[in-house]
Each structure stands twice: as C-alpha cells, then as structure tokens.
C-alpha cells in the first residue's frame, strides 16, 4: 500500500437487516466496491449463499433463524479480527438475533437497517419472493407471514425508499469514514 | 511489520487429519503459536469446537462427516482468501472429504497426514475418547468402530508417534518454510 493509502487495519462488521427486496445485496455489493477499490479486504456474507452453505438443514422459524444468524456471526468475528471488512446482508427480522450478533462481534459491530415499506419493497420484489408467496410458493415470508421486529438500537437507519443504491452507498461510508473505519469519500 | 519480517501475505490452509489423540490439537497449537510470533495472522479451526458452532445437528455418518468437513473448508478458504494462516485440526476419516475440501481452497491448501498407530493413540487417549467407547458411551468412534481411510495424497507425513511435540512442529514448520509460507526457523 503506498503512503497515501488508508491505514486501518482492523476489520469490523457490518450488518444489514431489513425486509426481503429492501436492497441488502445490492447495497453490500456497492459498499464492497468502493472499500476494495480503496484497498481493503472485503467479505460478503449473504444471506442465501451462506444459508446454503451452513444451514441447508434450517428452515425459517424463529428458532432455525436465530441459529443462523450466530453462526454467520462466528464467521463475521472470525473474519473481523483478521483485519477483514465484513458485510452482512441478512434479513435478520428478530431482535434476539441482532443482539446476540451484536454481543459475539464486540465493538466493532454496526447494525444497519435498510427501512423501507413493504410495500415498495413488494413492488421491487427482486428475487420474486413477494410473488410466489402470494401463489402459496414461499411459507413464512417475513414481512408477510412472518413477522419483522422494528430494529431497537440500529446504529444507522438508511431509508432506501427515499435514498437510491448511490445516495444509500455514500451514507454508509460516510458513516465508516466518521468512525474512522473507511478514508473519506473524495467530494463528488 | 520491521523490514526484516516476513513478507508473506497470502494465507494458506494446513489440514490436519489423523485419528483421535494422534496430536492434532497439540500441533495446530504448538505451530499457531510460532506462526503468531513471526506476525502471521493465524486462526485454527478445531474439530470439536467448529462442530459446535456449525453442525451440532449433524452426526457421524459418512454423509454427516462429509458435509462438515465441506463447511469447514469454506470458511477456511475465506480465511485463506484474506491473508490468514488457517491451521485445521479434524480427523477427517474419508478420502473424498480431503479431495471436496482441497478442490475448494485451491492450490494454497496442504494436507498433513499425522500418522500414529491406533495402539499409541490409544494408550495416550487424551479426551478419553477410546476409553467411552470401550465402555459404550461412544458411538462410530474413528479408528476403532468408524473407518479411515488411509490419506492417498498427504502433502506430508509427520509420524507423531516417533516425533514429539517439538520435532514435529519443526517439521511442518519446514515444511512451510520450504514453500515460502513461513519464514525459515532459525537454528536451534
């Protein structure tokens, strides 16, 4: 890294909730760009592909959600304290769950809600889940039939109804950049 | 890092397999705490404790034991993908297991055979694992009433019933060295 580059090396943990289609991957996707593009190590943990991997044998009540979330949360400390920069995008619609993440991690633990209403997030409908729950196709689509708790203690709030994948992009760098996590975003 | 530390940066994953009591836990130790003193980033994934964590509802069976050794191969590459020296400590009893696990790290993943007759692992019997099964309280217990299967293509042998602790950690050590993983020991 030359001189100029960001000197933090420590990892941490972001972890994004919200409603399915409330922009979690995308979001995750764009913030990792720019971290990477700015010399850090970055890991996506996202919550299909690391639902496949750990816990094909879990369903979705509450009880198999809140196993998931500690294990993804093991990874996440585990990958943290290696200096990496972690991003997770998981629903995460319980409370328990977050706290518990928030508890293994330690300090460097963000929590950030993707609010956005359910009915945008039904018009978006990204992965056509909103869909083929209305066709019988998913059981216990959260938002729908299962239930999302209102974050208690997020430590940023991003309104992606309002905000766009950009505009939302740059309120979590900055956010990094104010607790010295990530090097300031260069004026647009 | 001083000018004369090592420069390695690429992290790499040393599965340890044998069955039990033949010293993986020792060794994983023994050679973490080496790699940390040279300012290797290092994390080891024990059998028992990634168990836990990962695959609690999971058995013994081939299928079970299979499935496990794949989760524990992710997070290693994961690891290994940003930097970190991951030392594996898992018995590992199947062939197909050690090929899954070092077609998903890739070409930085070394597979270290400790090969100790069952007769001295069960005379050390440091979980007191063997002794459960003689008495019943262990079921599909490797070596005795489970199958392992004679590794096909180790990257290396370490012979932990003629080495001790000491010996065998200089070998995987050089081992390491000579691949330019680690830096070379100095002499003793």
Not at 90 to 115: D, K, N
Request: positive net charge.
């Amino acid at each position: 890294m030359g001189a100029n580059a960001p000197t933090i090396e420590d990892g941490f943990v972001v972890w994004i909730e919200g409603l399915p289609s409330s922009g979690k991957t995308t979001l995750s996707r764009a913030v990792a760009d720019r971290l990477r593009a700015a010399g850090r190590k970055v890991e996506i943990l996202d919550g299909d592909e690391v639902r496949q991997m750990f816990s094909p044998e879990l369903g979705f009540s509450r009880k198999d959600r809140e196993i998931h979330a500690r294990r993804v949360s093991y990874v996440a400390r585990m990958l943290a304290r290696n200096g990496v920069a972690v991003l997770v995008a998981m629903i995460t619609p319980y409370e328990t769950s977050r706290q518990a993440a928030r508890a293994g991690v330690g300090s460097r633990f963000f929590e950030v809600w993707l609010r956005c209403p359910l009915e945008v997030c039904q018009s978006r409908d990204a992965k056509g889940l909103y869909e083929r729950s209305r066709t019988g196709g998913v059981a216990k689509l959260t938002g729908v039939d299962d239930p999302f708790e209102e974050p208690l203690n997020p430590d940023l709030v991003v309104d992606t109804a309002r905000l766009d994948v950009d505009a939302s992009t740059r309120r979590l760098l900055d956010f990094l950049a104010e607790r010295k996590l990530a090097a300031p975003l260069a004026a647009a």
